[in-house]
């Protein structure tokens, strides 16, 4: 009876590679938080108000530099460790987590449960389409480097 060996890419994917997973994470992120911050302030205006929540511009950098960081990591880890993928998600879920921390605690004027609770909504949206994304494709670039 034999284990098998968890399984690496005999290949590591090219920049061009990481560089297109990025885009494709990062593009539906974007419309998606984009389109909850409309519904939602469309349901309760008043959170609005909240710093996080008054910008769309503000609301898709702070979509696009955290999917920028997360694909530079994973990228990283891939070229690092064989478990790659289940390391990048163990990491993903704790700045998740950690990412909460500013909505509810920093002393911003406007700040309400409900608001902290949308922009908490908006960060785990963004979050788990970019590593879905993220890690499907790199199983596919994986798989067909080997």
């Known amino acids: ?8 890419p ?6 061009s590679d ?4 990025g885009l494709v994470a990062t593009v539906p992120a974007v419309i998606a938080v984009l389109v909850a911050q ?3 302030i469309q349901l309760w205006p008043e959170i609005a108000l909240f710093k996080p929540l008054d910008s769309y511009a503000r609301s898709a950098l702070f ?8 694909t530079a990591l994973f990228a990283w880890l ?10 990048f998600l163990r990491i993903a879920v704790v700045v998740l987590v950690v990412s909460f ?19 908490a909504a908006l960060h785990v949206i963004a979050g788990v389409i970019i590593v879905a994304l993220l ?5 596919r670039i994986s798989n067909s480097h080997r």
């Open 63 to 70: 979509v696009i530099v955290p999917a920028i960081g997360a």
């Open 38 to 40: 409309m519904i939602a």
């Open 135 to 139: 890690r499907n494709g790199y199983r």
């Open 101 to 119: 921390i500013p909505d509810y605690l920093l002393p911003v004027e406007h700040r309400t449960f409900l608001a902290s609770t949308v922009a």
């Open 10 to 15: 005999s290949t590591t994917a090219s920049r």
């Open 78 to 87: 891939a070229r690092r460790n064989p478990q790659a993928d289940a390391q």
């Open 18 to 21: 990481w560089l297109r997973l």
């Open 1 to 8: 009876m034999s284990a098998s060996a968890p399984s690496v």
